[in-house]
């Protein structure tokens, strides 16, 4: 820190932050109140903000003010990891989303608030294993595999309901023969 220049060097984004002609965000910190000079990303998700002392005239017409403290940081960081366990979340159950679909209706509302998962579009991919493994089977029971045409009955009943629940505007449509037994 220079006595008219500070480097914030932070992994994490840091809201409000930005670079303005007019209207800074103040940033208090160590008693003086700065404003955002420039803002640079690195490599490894590395942002540096230089900040530089906030005149009188500028802070008269300041956009929001910060108090750039030990509260702040950990808040911050706070935010930072809930927002990268999300992402995580979201990526491995897009992964496994046609599984994720034969899950209860009430896991696939919950799944959605916390992770943003569309119940609607994992039900279909559901939907389309299971007309694939009834195809597969068919083709068995072409073969002499008469006993599973159970099998196939089973899979395509479930999908063509659960079909018509989805086309019916259902948000959260039922899971793998979960409109059995649902009232």
């Known amino acids: ?29 160590d008693g003086r109140i700065w404003r955002v000079s420039s803002r640079s990303a690195f490599a490894g998700g590395m942002v540096h903000y230089e900040l530089i ?15 750039y403290t030990p509260v702040y940081v950990e808040r911050r960081d706070r935010e930072a990891r809930s927002r990268r366990d999300r992402q995580r979340g979201f990526v491995l159950l897009g992964t496994v989303s046609p599984l994720v679909g034969f899950l209860g209706s009430r896991t696939k509302g919950r799944l959605e608030e916390r992770y943003g998962i569309d119940p609607v ?43 018509d629940r989805i086309l019916g505007g259902e948000r959260l449509p039922p899971g793998f023969y979960e409109w059995l037994f649902r009232r």
Not at 1 to 25: F, I, P, Q
Not at 121 to 130: A, F, I, K, N, P
């Open 53 to 67: 002392p906030l005149s009188e005239q500028e802070q008269d017409v300041a956009g929001s003010m910060i108090d």
């Open 121 to 163: 579009r994992v039900t279909w991919h559901s939907m389309l294993v299971e007309y694939i493994v009834a195809l597969a089977v068919l083709v068995l029971v072409a073969f002499g595999g008469l006993l599973l045409i159970p099998v196939a009955a089973m899979l395509i009943i479930d999908a063509v309901i659960r079909w």
């Open 1 to 29: 820190m220079e006595s008219d220049r500070l480097l914030v060097v932070s992994r994490a984004n840091m809201d409000g932050w930005e670079v303005r002609r007019h209207r800074h965000t103040a940033i208090r910190f």
